[in-house]
């Protein structure tokens, strides 16, 4: 399996993009602005969108991916996540004020875009890659995912602060290669990170201490303007891995 990094950012500005990963060709992980980077042809073969939560920095582009291929594709694009999360979509975006119903335009029987429940805990395969979903802590309900590809697992904490399950199912997880987790803040707004159920440097690398085995470290979310010092923070806690700033353009293959 193919995971292209689109975008890695907790905001924008100075090139940065939020998060963004494309699966193989035709699977999104969530949609954040690095989805704007692709060719029209590339969105167009986006038949999944699998989301971790609904807040703006990770659905953002989904409104405009729809508009752009829409009308060009044989077939809606399913967007996979929690009940909570597409019951925001439906309330928040899709709800022909923000933005058209495309769950129902052009037409009910043809719509642009379909939903499908993706449940914390529930596994399926989407674009040949078997993919699981892992409830973590966030404000808002949030999940993480675990892919297994066929030379290892690679696994996506997604948005969170401290959490249990998803240490669970990656210490049970013997081909773990690749851990992309968050961390937003730097130890100084250790307090703007509690309440935001975000990490920072000290309380990743702590939640770095329950993992068992041994995968490289990718680091995501990080404020931009803020990158350099959050790694060196991190560096400076050790928590005896490969640790990496994760990158747009960055290509892991597992
Ligand atoms: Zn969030
Ligand atoms: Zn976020």
Redesign the pocket.
């Known amino acids: 399996m193919r995971l292209r990094i689109l975008g890695a950012s907790?905001g924008i500005g100075a090139g940065a993009r939020?998060?963004s990963f494309l699966l193989g060709r035709d699977v999104l992980i969530d949609a954040?602005t690095g989805v704007g980077d692709l060719s029209l042809d590339e969105l167009g073969a986006i038949d999944h969108v699998v989301l971790t939560?609904s807040?703006l920095?990770?659905v953002t582009a989904l409104p405009f991916l729809l508009d752009a291929v829409g009308a060009s594709r044989q077939r809606p694009v399913t967007v996979h996540a929690q009940a909570a999360t597409l019951d925001v979509l439906k309330a928040h975006i899709f709800n022909n004020a923000v933005w058209p119903d495309f769950a129902r335009i052009p037409s009910p029987e043809r719509p642009f875009l379909r939903y499908e429940v993706f449940a914390a805990g529930q596994e399926r395969v989407l674009g040949g890659c078997r993919v699981r979903s892992i409830p973590v802590t966030h404000v808002v309900p949030a999940v993480g995912f675990l892919f297994q590809g066929p030379n290892g697992s690679l696994a996506f904490s997604?948005?969170t602060a401290s959490t249990e399950e998803f240490w669970k199912v990656l210490n049970s997880c013997p081909d773990l290669r690749h851990l992309i987790i968050?961390t937003?803040f730097v130890d100084a707004e250790e307090e703007i990170a509690r309440i935001a159920r975000?990490f920072c440097p000290a309380t990743v690398v702590a939640e770095l201490r329950k993992l068992k085995r041994r995968p490289i470290i990718h680091i995501t979310?990080l404020m931009p303007g803020e990158e350099k010092e959050i790694l060196r923070e991190i560096a400076h806690h050790d928590a005896g891995l490969e640790v990496h700033p994760l990158v747009p353009g960055t290509v892991i293959e597992f």
Do not use: A, K, P, R
Request: charged share 20%; glycine share 22%; hydrophobic share 0%.
């Open positions: 907790g939020t998060t954040g939560h807040h920095d990770h997604g948005d968050e937003s975000h979310h």
